[in-house]
């Protein structure tokens, strides 16, 4: 376990270290619970968000991990990335391309990486308001994998199956609202659905201010694919609180 938290602590000084050159917006959080008693668990995430802004050009680069363990036996073990280009064809509209890849040892899938590219427009982008929605179509690769659980609920053995590719439809829409100087809503929801499924994810976080650089937020994710191997469920959801050091220049 120590070295996932010092995996967790590089990547937040990589992200803060970024976060600081001009004309980059620098978002870095994480969170660690730990429990001790009649069980063990330890439980770590931890995010890294950089976007970097021109008149014409955006980048937007976007990294989160998961980890937990029990005494017995690893019980969560995700990360994610994606990266997005935008380049603007009119005050409000946007061309854009992006990669994700997802890699997840308990979704019942090895991993899902999407190529897209489509186009977006900024319905509201104000001081205390932005609403940005895009379209797309794209390719989609993945491998499902089949797990065997103890009566426990451990994983004792994996199975990979074949690997698999799509052409998919992809949408996204974000949405950031502040109440107040200290006080922020932020919300994205992603779909991409394809012939062998349909893979959504919404993030939703209440960011609350503790001084110019901190923050503390509160957030629920909920993921949901459509056709996930058996006996794995259809959805899950994940709660977090953590400390957040955002940089704007």
Do not use: C
Request: net charge positive; glycine share 8%.
């Amino acid at each position: 376990m120590k070295s996932n938290v010092l995996i967790w602590i590089s990547a937040l000084s990589v992200g803060s270290a970024i976060a600081v050159q001009p004309t980059l917006t620098g978002r870095s959080e994480a969170g660690f619970v730990m429990s001790r008693g009649n069980t063990n668990t330890e439980t770590a995430n931890a995010r890294i968000n950089v976007v970097k802004e021109s008149d014409k050009w955006r980048h937007l680069f976007d990294v989160t991990g998961l980890y937990g363990r029990t005494t017995e036996a690893e019980i969560a073990a995700r990360w994610n990335f994606l990266w997005q280009t935008d380049r603007r064809f009119d005050t409000d509209a946007y061309w854009f391309g992006s990669l994700r890849y997802d890699g997840d040892r308990f979704s019942g899938f090895d991993y899902q990486s999407t190529l897209s590219a489509g186009a977006g427009h900024e319905f509201i982008n104000s001081n205390t308001t932005r609403l940005h929605a895009q379209i797309g179509i794209g390719y989609r690769r993945l491998r499902s994998e089949r797990l065997t659980f103890n009566p426990a609920g451990i994983v004792i053995d994996r199975v990979k199956g074949e690997q698999q590719s799509s052409v998919v439809t992809s949408g996204a829409v974000n949405f950031e609202r502040a109440f107040n100087d200290s006080t922020k809503l932020i919300d994205t929801l992603s779909i991409e659905t394809g012939s062998s499924n349909t893979l959504t994810r919404n993030e939703l976080a209440l960011q609350v201010k503790m001084n110019q650089v901190l923050a503390l937020s509160v957030g629920l994710s909920v993921r949901k694919n459509t056709n996930p191997p058996p006996p794995l469920r259809q959805q899950d959801t994940l709660t977090t609180v953590n400390l957040v050091y955002e940089r704007k220049r």
